[in-house]
């Protein structure tokens, strides 16, 4: 089964509905972002999760100690990496790392071998525009990516492409954070239903009180 990891959540409610609906993992982005977290928040909300969730941090070009530090404090799992980190960046944080690339910033495979990491990621380019097939062209890319290792699908999923996405990239994970919004940092638990419906997880998971 594809693991599922819920991204951008900024207040406990939503990350108790992801789990309740099935997530194997919740993201908290402390780079500029409409759905940036602080430390505190962040670390509030990973206290009151059960257990058996992985929490990632999402972090663009931080100072390694900074992020070392805010892992720490948070109780994170892992942290995804969104910046130009090169791969002694990234081996200094094995294995808890996740290297996020785009189509465009995708390294050779023997280059991409050099990133000691837990998985990639392989997220869209923001600054291109969306279109269907450049999305279908990045899901048939993270499927040739699977020979080099674990490889979590991003870019612009929702719960009417999640399914083809998995069909066509047969990624080890999904991730996806827009797409399950009422607005940035506010997920509709109505789309992060039908979103982990679709992507084959189990929802029929017990609900969480705060």
């Known amino acids: ?49 059960p257990p058996f969730i992985c929490k990632v941090g999402v972090f663009v070009d931080g100072e390694l100690a900074q992020v070392r530090e805010t892992m720490s404090l948070c109780n994170l799992d892992l942290a995804q990496l969104h910046g130009d980190e090169d791969p002694a960046y990234c081996a200094a944080l094995f294995p808890r790392a996740i290297k996020v690339f785009t189509a465009n910033s995708l390294p050779p495979g023997q280059v991409l071998e050099r990133y000691r990491v837990a998985a990639y990621m392989l997220d869209k380019d923001k600054s291109l525009p969306a279109n269907q097939p450049a999305q279908k062209q990045l899901w048939r890319l993270a499927h040739e990516m699977s020979s080099r290792g674990p490889v979590i699908l991003a870019g612009g999923l929702t719960a009417e492409t999640v399914g083809e996405a998995i069909e066509i990239a047969r990624p080890y994970a999904v991730d996806v954070s827009s797409g399950v919004e009422a607005e940035p940092g506010k997920k509709d638990h109505d789309k992060l239903r039908a979103f982990m419906e679709a992507a084959g997880a189990i929802p029929e998971l017990p609900r969480y009180r705060k």
């Open 1 to 49: 089964m594809t693991k599922v990891k819920i991204c951008g959540i900024t207040n406990i409610d939503d990350a108790l509905a992801a789990v309740a609906c099935g997530a194997d993992a919740l993201g908290f982005v402390f780079a500029p972002s409409p759905r940036q977290v602080t430390t505190s928040v962040a670390s509030s909300i990973v206290s009151k999760l």
